[in-house]
């Protein structure tokens, strides 16, 4: 049985300040998710990581939305796993869609930090997705694929069976326009069927979120799909409010 995974991606969004004040106030929240058996967790910037782990209850995910694969070195504006390791930070989100379309993120340097984050003892959470024009060209499945085969490429099933995969769609990203829960179920069970021609058996432990304008009254139709293990919520999960909302319509 695999537990249900809420994770907010807060993108660009807030100050240390207020990601403090969001981590403060946090702790119903988390017990809540807690109690119904959800890991819940947020993935505020660099600079507000320690904050939040510091100021959360220790049961509260907290995720980087990206790091290098190299443990230190010339990379300007770069962080490494042993940075993240030292504040208490072991998930991060890779390959996200705006980081694949602004910062030349690719499945090959993907599969690089999937690595080396699992030899660190690490989660990654491996993003996916394809662009409206490919979705009206009927070539979803393939082009996802070709994103989850180029990722995973070389793990051994135990560690893929630690990743976690995030299929969001990038017309659904923000726009408001979520996928209907049968496209996502769809798409998503395409990608078990990628990871079990991969690694056999395992592929029904990875957890798989559907991620692109989850909001608290979308949520469950989502979760009452059977590929589908949870969600990846940017806007939606950047009040406490509606962070709340979506764990409530979750269970
Ligand atoms: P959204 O973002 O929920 O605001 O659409 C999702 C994401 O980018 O992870």
């Not at 699992?118 to 994103?147: H, R, W």
């Not at 056999?200 to 799909?225: D, F, H, Q, T, W």
Request: aromatic share 6%; with cysteine; proline share 3%.
């Amino acid at each position: 049985m695999r537990k249900k995974l809420l994770l907010g991606n807060w993108k660009m969004n807030k100050t240390p300040s207020e990601a403090k004040q969001f981590a403060l106030l946090s702790k119903d929240m988390v017990d809540n998710a807690v109690a119904n058996n959800i890991d819940l967790g947020v993935a505020p910037t660099y600079v507000c990581l320690q904050t939040v782990k510091e100021n959360a209850t220790k049961n509260l995910i907290v995720a980087a939305q990206n790091v290098h694969a190299a443990d230190h070195g010339a990379y300007t504006g770069e962080i490494s796993i042993p940075m993240l390791k030292e504040i208490g930070i072991d998930w991060v989100i890779l390959g996200h869609s705006e980081r694949r379309t602004y910062d030349n993120e690719t499945s090959e340097k993907c599969n690089a930090k999937i690595k080396a984050l699992l030899a660190n003892d690490m989660i990654p959470v491996y993003c996916c997705g394809e662009s409206l024009e490919t979705f009206e060209a009927g070539k979803t499945a393939s082009f996802v694929e070709e994103q989850i085969r180029k990722g995973f490429e070389g793990l051994t099933p135990e560690q893929a069976a630690k990743v976690v995969v995030a299929y969001e769609p990038i017309w659904a990203i923000g726009t408001g326009k979520n996928a209907t829960k049968e496209i996502a179920e769809e798409t998503i069970a395409s990608i078990r069927a990628v990871l079990r021609d991969m690694f056999g058996k395992v592929a029904e432990e990875i957890r798989i979120l559907y991620g692109g304008s989850v909001k608290p009254n979308n949520i469950a139709e989502y979760m009452s799909e059977p590929d589908i293990d949870g969600a990846l919520v940017g806007g939606a999960s950047l009040e406490l409010a509606s962070y709340q909302a979506l764990i409530e319509n979750l269970r």
